[in-house]
């Protein structure tokens, strides 16, 4: 009998505003790849659906998954907790699938702590001026906020240097090719219904 063959896990960390949601966006166009939709309790953005962005759960329900150890990892960021739910994960490596997850560096930490195998990457902006000329750009954060992605974007800088690969996003389309090079994904993207991605159309996983 053939062997199953195993999937993989990719971890894709770095500041907010680093442009990893847009790289993990196209990344996860590719066949064979699927997003880790993740528990969280913060509040849906505008346009985020449940299961597909995000699982947006309430804080009890959060720490019922806590309980019931159904979290590889999970991690609170910027006041609210995120974290990556096992089973998804397991069908999806069980499946032979690329499974990515798009995590801070505590929860990166917390897989390496557990000896989870993977390609962790991390994606950096050019420079600290660069990233808080694009956060100013977005328009979606107050000065206040803006002050505090850069402070904590100084300390998840710091993490780099425990990844295995660093991506610096100069340029969008560059960055993504370095990505999908490091992963050996060639193959033609899908387009059209199917496509997925955190901030807009991510897959939903059942
Ligand atoms: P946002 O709320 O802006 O979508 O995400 C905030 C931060 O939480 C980002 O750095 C994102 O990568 C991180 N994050 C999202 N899901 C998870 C998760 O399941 N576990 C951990 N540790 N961090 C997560």
Redo the contacts with the bound molecule.
């Keep these: 009998m053939k062997a199953a063959r195993r999937g993989r896990l990719v971890v ?5 505003g680093s442009g ?2 847009s790289i993990c966006r196209a990344i996860c166009r590719f066949p064979g790849v699927e997003f ?1 939709v ?3 309790t ?1 509040r849906p ?1 505008p346009g985020e659906r449940d299961g597909v ?2 699982r947006f759960r309430s804080r009890r329900e959060f720490e019922r998954l806590v309980a019931q150890d159904a ?1 590889l ?3 609170r ?2 006041d ?1 907790l ?4 096992r089973a998804p994960l397991e069908r999806a490596l069980r499946r032979g699938k690329t499974f990515v ?8 930490q ?1 897989l390496r702590a557990k000896g989870v195998e993977g390609i962790f990457v991390f994606i950096a902006p050019p420079s600290m001026r660069d990233l808080r000329r694009r956060l100013v750009a977005r328009g979606t954060d107050t000065p206040a906020v803006v002050e505090r992605r850069m402070r904590n974007a100084r300390r ?1 800088m710091r993490h780099a240097k425990r990844y295995d690969r660093v991506v610096v996003n100069d340029d969008l389309s560059r960055a993504i090719a370095e990505v999908r090079s490091i992963l050996g994904l060639r193959a033609s993207r899908r387009t059209g219904r199917g496509a997925s991605s ?2 807009r159309s991510r897959r939903r996983v059942a």
Excluded: F, M
């Design positions: 894709i960390s770095g500041p907010s990893k949601s880790s993740s528990a969280t913060r953005r962005e995000y979290l990892e999970w991690a960021v910027h609210n995120y974290g990556t739910l997850l798009e995590i801070d560096v505590q929860g990166a917390t998840e955190r901030a």
